[in-house]
């Protein structure tokens, strides 16, 4: 999957996510409904962690070490976000329980035989909203922790980026140096070449006035005037 695929489906979990806790704002009741949204907003986060540890681990996976920079990023963003988001969830929880026990208490005052059936349904439900709640604030601490642990393999991976990119940086000035040596040893060479092919027109032509004074004088002797 590419990291352009699950960062889609990240935001389509996120908007699934957003409209379960809207709808536990509005909810009026009874507390079954309530457990209920509650049980499918938990799944849904869950698959909403997965996906964004999914985007962690492509961005391991990138040969290009900008595009693996700007994934785990885009990661750790996403779980800041989700952490705001369980935030709003547990907010939304204890809003909607106040004004369910809020009504279940005028309904009591109203008096009637449901007295007993009532108290027992709210007991029942509160020590599952407690649970939840509990459930709720185990999964801040785990995605603060596991946020921690990934802000510290970031600085790691950064400080190994940077650590290269020294490397690379000398080897280039290297490479450098050397080109600039072999482009003196160029010149030189092409020196000593022209100097060595004027030493042999030179001596050519040394010998050549030589010769042509050798048989000047030659001449003379044989073929005086």
Known sequence: ?????????????????????????????????????????????????????????????????????????????YKKHLESTLLTLRKANLGCQLMIERRDRESLLEGGSEWTETRKRKKASKEMLVKRTADISTELVQISRLMSEQVQQSDETMKHLVDSSSQVSETHEEF????????????????????????????????????????????KRLFPS
């Open 176 to 219: 450098k140096n050397q080109s600039g040596v072999l482009q003196m040893s160029r010149k030189l060479l092409t020196k000593y070449n022209r100097r060595e092919f004027t030493d042999k027109l030179l001596i050519f032509l040394a010998l050549v006035l030589f010769f042509a004074t050798v048989l000047y004088i030659t001449k």
């Open 1 to 77: 999957m590419s990291a352009k695929t699950c960062i889609q489906e990240i935001v389509k979990l996120d908007l699934k996510v957003k409209a379960v806790i809207q709808d536990i704002r509005q909810c009026n009741g009874p507390l079954d409904l309530l457990n209920e949204l509650n049980l499918q907003v938990k799944e849904l986060i869950k698959e909403l962690r997965s996906k964004i540890n999914e985007l962690v681990k492509i961005a391991k996976e990138q040969d290009k070490e900008g595009d693996e920079i700007a994934i785990l990023q885009d990661a750790n963003s």
